[in-house]
Each structure stands twice: as structure tokens, then as C-alpha cells.
């Protein structure tokens, strides 16, 4: 009798550790650490595809350059959860505090962990572009928080909105430390709140979702012409190190692979406009074309949004 309840007691204390055990990792995203891509530059290199219960909502690249005033940051992650994973990554490399932080763009999945950065360095200024910021505040901050929240099965569900408190334009420096900060802005490329933060001692720039590798994303907020072209823009740069908003960094040609990929469906689609092709063509023609692309990820999903959203973009181009 006495050795039953000892093993039922065992039993119970076992899987309450458990449980919690369980909920103390829905308390955290797993370790992701940060990988040199340059002097001074890191990477957390997410895994690629949408938020999911699998990755945590976690999938983007958070950046961090080191300088001698403190570290700074790019793009926090998607949630609270992540962006206190990265501050845990951080700690792996330096003691140095969190001065700065940027976000690339209004989506999500790059900015929510601010929240994170805010609470444990309230006095380091977060930056965006102006559009970033008013877009966030009538909505989209708040419609991402929401959508990640739902993807991730409320796991995120602690994830509160906190904006950007300084403005950045194209052409504005910033020094931080020896460093300096360049900021590049073409108008409307992969959204209407694309900033890129070139970092000119390391020869690095932070692409935001301008660039991917393997992995295509939503396009409904952009243009590819638009894009297109501040590829080329922010090539002139001559940096060396690209990091995408997803996939792996490396040289200019992770710019140029992506660059032709958005060439080649805008380029179907003026075909399919030129040549007065029924809709029901349109998705075939596309997909015979950018062949090259079919194992990236997200590659089903986009490529017929892709095609309607470049073939609407011929038509008021051509009108
Ligand atoms: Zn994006």
C-alpha cells in the first residue's frame, strides 16, 4: 500500500514538473544565436516560412553590430518572446548595453519584440522610417500583433504593441560609437516603409524584407518595380555583407537572385499584357518562368499572388 501511494505520489509530482516545465518554455523562444558576418555585425539567422506553434512565431533575421557605445540592434523579432531571446543572444557576445535599435519596415514579425528591447533599455531610441511608424499606429501594429498571437496559438499572446520613438529619412547618418549608420529609402519597394540601414565601417546592409533568400513573402503591400529599382539603388552602395529580412546573408548576389526573381514575374506578366492573354493564362505562364524558384519557401502560396499582384501593377503602369 505505502510503496502505491509512494509511486502515485511520484507519478504526481513528476508530471506537475512536467507541466511545468512545459510552461516555462512557452514562456521562451529557443536559443537562435547570433552568427558574425562581419568585424562587428551578427546575424540570428530564424527560420524561414510564417509564424507557426513549430518555430514560435519566430522567423526573421535580427541584426546586432557591436560599437564602442553599446550594441545596436535590427529588427527584434516578431513577439516579446523573441525579442527577449535576443537580448539573451546578445548577452552570448557582449555585456555591452542596448543603445540603439532600428526596424526595416511596418510588418510585424521584424518590430514586436521592441517591446522586449523597451522594457530592459527604456532609454535607447528605437528608429523607423516615418511611414513605419503611422502605418503601425492606424492598425497594422495591432493587426500583426493579433496575426502572430493566432498563428502561434496565443503563445505570443503577452506581445503588446511599442512603436518606434525617433524618425529616420533617406540619406540621414547616424554615429553611434565608430560607427555610422546610413539609412537608404527608394519609395514604395517590398511595403510603403522600407528602410535599409547600411553599415558603412563593416560594408554591411540591413535589407529588411526587400531581399529574401529562398523564401518568397507578401508582396500586396509593395510594387516590384518599386522594388526593383531600390535593389539597384542600394546597390551603388558597394557594400560587401546583404542580410535579408529571411534567408541566409551573403554577397551582392543574394540581391541580384532576388532582383530576377521579381524581374521575371513582373517581366510574365507585361508579357501576358502585351500579348492580351485571358487571366487563366497568366499563373502557368509565371510559374514556367520563375521554374528557378519553385523550392524556395512560401513558393506555392505566393506565386499566383504574385502573378495577379505584378499583372494589376502592368495595367496601371501601361494604362
Ligand atoms: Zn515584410
Known amino acids: 500500500m505505502r510503496a502505491l501511494l509512494t509511486t502515485l505520489l511520484i507519478g504526481l509530482s513528476l508530471s506537475s514538473l512536467e507541466v511545468a516545465a512545459d510552461t516555462e518554455k ?3 523562444v529557443r536559443d537562435y544565436p547570433f552568427e558574425q ?3 562587428n555585425s551578427w546575424v540570428i539567422h530564424g527560420p524561414l516560412g510564417h509564424p507557426t506553434v513549430e518555430n514560435q512565431g519566430f522567423m526573421n533575421n535580427p541584426g546586432m553590430v557591436v560599437t564602442r557605445a553599446g550594441v545596436v540592434l535590427v529588427d ?5 518572446l523573441a525579442g527577449e531571446m535576443v537580448l539573451r543572444m546578445v548577452k552570448k557576445v557582449t555585456d555591452a548595453p542596448v ?6 519596415h511596418v510588418h510585424g ?7 522586449a528591447i523597451r522594457a530592459a533599455y527604456p532609454d535607447a531610441p528605437i528608429y523607423a522610417h516615418p511611414n513605419m511608424v503611422s502605418e503601425a499606429e492606424s492598425g497594422k501594429g495591432d493587426q500583426w500583433r493579433l496575426l502572430i498571437e493566432r498563428q502561434t496559438e496565443g503563445l505570443t499572446r503577452r506581445t503588446r504593441v511599442e512603436l518606434p520613438d525617433q524618425l529616420l529619412n533617406h540619406g540621414d547618418e547616424l554615429r553611434i560609437g565608430d560607427h555610422t549608420f546610413r539609412i537608404h529609402h527608394y519609395g514604395q519597394a517590398h511595403t510603403n516603409s522600407d528602410m535599409m540601414v547600411e553599415v558603412v565601417e563593416e560594408g554591411v546592409v540591413f535589407l529588411g524584407d ?3 533568400s529562398n523564401r518568397l513573402g507578401g508582396m500586396q503591400e509593395g510594387t516590384f518595380l518599386g522594388n526593383m529599382q531600390t535593389l539597384k539603388r542600394v546597390l551603388e552602395s ?3 555583407v ?4 529571411h534567408g541566409a546573408t551573403a554577397g551582392a548576389e543574394v540581391v541580384t537572385t532576388y532582383r530576377d526573381y521579381l524581374k521575371t514575374v513582373y517581366g510574365g506578366a507585361l508579357l501576358a499584357f502585351e500579348e492580351g492573354m485571358e487571366s487563366d493564362q497568366l499563373k502557368p505562364l509565371i510559374v514556367e518562368r520563375a521554374a528557378a524558384y519553385r523550392d524556395w519557401v512560401g513558393y506555392s502560396l505566393e506565386i499566383g499572388r504574385h502573378a495577379g499582384h505584378a499583372y494589376l501593377e502592368v495595367e496601371s503602369n501601361e494604362f
Open 26 to 28: 512557452e514562456k521562451r
Open 37 to 39: 558576418v562581419a568585424e
Open 76 to 80: 527584434p523579432g516578431s513577439s516579446v
Open 99 to 104: 543603445v540603439a535599435t532600428f526596424n526595416t
Open 109 to 115: 514579425d521584424h518590430w514586436l519584440g521592441n517591446q
Open 210 to 212: 526587400n531581399v529574401m
Open 238 to 240: 558597394g557594400a560587401k
Open 242 to 245: 546583404w542580410v535579408p529580412g
